[in-house]
């Protein structure tokens, strides 16, 4: 019983980990579906995550610091849309540019602001978002097996992790099963065809790229106003580019990219629980070790062992239209 305890924190540790490489990994999705690459994921949680917890910090409100991270992502969407849709700019180099860019502007406003090394202030509960007890969490708590999966599994989380797994199956559908879905397809793979049947292509990228905005901020506020209590100077670590290896991994296709995100989760949330742990015949497992396994992984797994992965036709490619 207690191996199935143990199981059950790990998956639900797993679940909260995950959370921001799903969002981010389904903005990456709509912008590359598109045919927009957006390598810009890790600056654009960055700029998120500070936005929220600055907002969050001043009006003591977590879902104006929500509005207030995805307006920021959008804002830096819309600058990554101009460079590559608009001015035709390479996208590899426009995305790691904001990278750069946010990962410096982050903590200079940052200690411009609250003079804390590029950080930002705590913030307490109501300024947080806070977890969610769902109905009969509590009177079926004791309850063998049933009890602690229904309370600590899938209740307790925060009202994001909650959207960040709604939003896989509400994009696959709007991916698959809406016009917009079907044009916004049809821009990453054949823009000339979109084109000739009187779609803009570059509206159409535009829209995508305002997706990804919205995705992404709610990814960064996450970490700032959910899974932390305060933003700090680079706290995505790497999870940007995490979620954009989840998504060639699953394929640029949304229930796919679920389950990669929540290997690279799980990885993360075993990595806390093996520091310290003594090994027969090896010792203590070294964290560092352990704090790179999600790397490894992710190397490991863009290395080849993924299959074929063959991405929307026109990704990268800006649209000159034919006159």
């Known amino acids: 019983m207690e191996i199935f305890q143990i199981g059950v924190l790990l998956l639900d540790a797993t679940l909260r980990t995950s959370t921001p490489l799903i969002l981010a990994a389904l903005a990456g999705i709509f912008s590359e579906r598109s045919g927009t690459i957006n390598l810009a994921l890790e600056g654009m949680m960055l700029g998120g995550a500070f936005s929220a917890a ?46 750069i860019l946010m990962s410096g502007l982050t903590a200079l406003v940052g200690i411009a602001l609250f003079a804390q090394g590029g950080k930002t202030p705590a913030l307490d509960k ?12 509590e009177a079926v708590r004791d309850v063998p097996i049933l009890g602690p999966i229904y309370f600590e599994l899938l209740s307790g989380h925060n009202v994001l992790v909650y959207i960040a797994f709604f939003a896989v199956p509400a994009a696959w ?20 065809a979109v084109d000739t049947a009187g779609i803009s292509v570059v509206l ?36 940007g580019y995490i979620a954009l290896a989840a998504m060639v991994f699953g394929k640029w296709r949304p229930f796919p990219a679920l389950f990669a995100c929540l290997l690279f989760g799980f990885l993360d949330a075993a990595a806390t629980r093996l520091q310290g742990v003594i090994l027969p015949g ?33 990704l990268g490619r800006a649209y000159v239209k034919e006159r």
């Not at 109501?126 to 969490?137: D, K, N, V, Y």
């Open 126 to 137: 109501a300024s947080r978002f806070q977890p969610i007890t769902l109905p009969g969490a």
């Open 282 to 314: 090896i010792g203590e497992v070294p964290v560092q070790l352990v704090q790179a396994l999600p790397y490894v992984l992710t190397v490991i797994l863009l290395a080849g062992f993924i299959g074929r992965a063959t991405p929307p036709k026109a």
């Open 204 to 239: 159409m990228r535009y829209r995508a790229v305002v997706c990804s905005g919205v995705l992404v901020g709610m990814s960064g506020a996450y970490l700032s106003t959910a899974q932390g209590a305060s933003f700090l100077q680079d706290m995505t670590a790497g999870k």
């Open 173 to 192: 559908w709007v991916m698959y099963r809406t016009r917009f879905g079907l044009r916004l397809r049809a821009v990453g793979e054949n823009p000339g």
């Open 54 to 99: 600055t907002i969050a910090f001043y009006t003591g409100n977590p879902w104006i610091g929500l509005l207030a991270a995805i307006a920021t992502t959008i804002g830096l969407s819309l600058i990554h849309g101009f460079a590559c849709i608009t001015q035709r700019g390479n996208q590899v180099v426009s995305g790691m540019a904001i990278n």
